[in-house]
Nanobody, 113 residues
Framework: QVQLVESGGGLVQAGGSLRLSCAAS????????MGWYRQSPGKRSELVAT?????ITNFADSVKGRFTISRDNYTVYLQMNSLKPEDTAVYYC?????????WGEGTLVTVSS
């Protein structure tokens, strides 16, 4: 089993920045891709950004140029700049190990206009 613990969410004004962190513990050996997804009320969950062990990154079009993702072994970070009200969502950390997805409990990000 893999446990994921997120931190760093909160309330920020539009144009501001936040940094999310997610630390993996447990059976972390062979975790491959880690990343972030988000879900807003009434909307489907969507990919925000992912990063592989080889540091290959992937971003949703809506966050390109504003968000960056980085990784330190089994801790993943999401730096969110130029935040917009539409970025308001619960952000979930994800890790994939041997094809199995693991999820954190989520951290709320609220961007006020």
């Amino acid at each position: 089993q893999v446990q994921l613990v997120e931190s760093g969410g909160g309330l920020v004004q539009a144009g501001g920045s936040l940094r999310l962190s997610c630390a993996a513990s447990g059976d972390i050996f062979s975790i491959n891709t880690m990343g972030w997804y988000r879900q807003s009320p009434g909307k489907r969950s969507e990919l925000v950004a992912t990063i592989t062990t080889g540091r290959i990154t992937n971003f949703a079009d809506s966050v390109k140029g504003r968000f960056t993702i980085s990784r330190d072994n089994y801790t993943v970070y999401l730096q969110m700049n130029s935040l917009k009200p539409e970025d308001t969502a619960v952000y979930y950390c994800n890790a994939i190990r041997y094809g199995i997805n693991y999820w954190g409990e989520g951290t709320l990000v609220t961007v006020s206009s």
